[in-house]
């Protein structure tokens, strides 16, 4: 994270774009094994999406409507974040901060619509203790919100960032991971509406 | 970055247009419910599994030739690995299911 480690590389060609790389494939290393987590945990709901133990089905509690529009959050926010990171490349600070505002609203719009339905079906007594499903549906479908919640955090501090100490090599480099970030949270949800939602709709 | 040309404005527009139809569909199919459940079902993970492939692709710019190998290496592995563990729990887990419930 210090600027200090940029000068602490091997003597490459480029010592920074060098640091840039490494970095860049620790947190791909991370990604995946958050991956795999989510990998599991899609597995857990599958096995356990049957066993409602006489309470409600994914039928009577998800809404088609709800789920579309998160999932049209997220994926514009992906977009938006994409836009943040095209004009990190050409060095326009505003625009940055711009799209990344824009980002967060859209991932701040995600959250509140998951955390509006989970209170719904709570307040219904379809909470995560009422049986196996529920269990595994509020920790597959929390975990990703509690994701996008993290990268809502990370997004105001690049937008800081930013602001503070312009669009540095370090800067920069971290923007790029948490673009990996962002929009592997977008492939996670992708997962969430076809293996949660949709069939469970059918 | 700025020689690979394939990671700007147009990649992100492509890959939007692409997600949108690619989730449009599967939604459309389940709110009209115009297929039987299977064939839904089949319709949803093909383009779901497409979906992931234009993200990687569109969003994280994925490719044989500018991606590290070292990144396609863990990508693979990483695939294995969720091959192993959630297929065999499936095995295990269904399994168990069919000889308790006869």
């Avoid at chain 1, 789920?67 to 997220?74: C, H, I, Q, S, Y």
């Avoid at chain 1, 997962?191 to 949660?196: A, C, L, P, T």
């Avoid at chain 2, 992931?52 to 991606?67: C, Q, W």
């Avoid at chain 2, 297929?87 to 000889?99: A, C, K, P």
């Amino acid at each position: 994270m210090s600027s200090a480690a940029l000068h602490a590389t091997p003597s490459g060609h480029d010592g920074a774009a060098a640091t840039h790389e490494q970095r860049a494939l620790g947190f791909w290393l991370y990604l995946m094994g958050d991956a795999v987590i989510f990998a599991l945990l899609f597995a857990t709901y599958v096995i356990m999406v049957n066993n409602t133990a006489g309470g409600p089905a994914g039928k009577d509690l998800f809404d088609l409507r709800n789920a579309a529009l998160e999932t049209v959050l997220l994926l514009v926010s992906s977009t938006t974040f994409g836009f943040a990171s095209l004009s990190a490349r050409t060095g326009n600070r505003g625009a940055v901060v711009f799209w990344l505002l824009v980002t967060f609203a859209l991932g701040a719009g995600f959250v509140f619509l998951e955390i509006r339905e989970f209170a719904g079906m709570i307040a219904a007594g379809a909470g995560p203790d009422r049986s196996g499903f529920l269990s595994a549906f509020f920790t597959l479908v929390g975990t990703h919100g509690v994701h996008v919640s993290m990268g809502l955090v990370w997004i105001l501090i690049m937008c800081g960032q930013v602001m503070t100490k312009g669009l540095s090599v370090p800067v920069v480099s971290r923007l790029f991971r948490l673009g990996l970030f962002w929009h592997f949270l977008d492939i996670a949800w992708v997962g969430i509406f076809s293996i949660v939602y949709l069939p469970g709709l059918l | 970055m700025e020689n690979q040309p394939d990671h700007g404005l147009r990649s992100y527009l492509i890959g939007l247009i692409l997600a949108v139809v690619l989730t449009a569909i599967p939604f459309w199919v389940v709110a009209t419910h115009a297929l039987p459940p299977q064939r839904a079902l089949l319709l949803i993970g093909i383009a779901a599994l497409l979906q992931v492939l234009v993200h990687l692709k569109f969003f994280l710019h994925l490719n044989f030739t500018s991606t590290p190998k070292e990144n396609l290496l863990a990508i693979v592995f990483t695939a294995v690995l969720i091959f192993i563990m959630v297929g065999g729990s499936f095995w295990i887990m269904f399994d168990l299911h069919t000889r308790m419930a006869v």
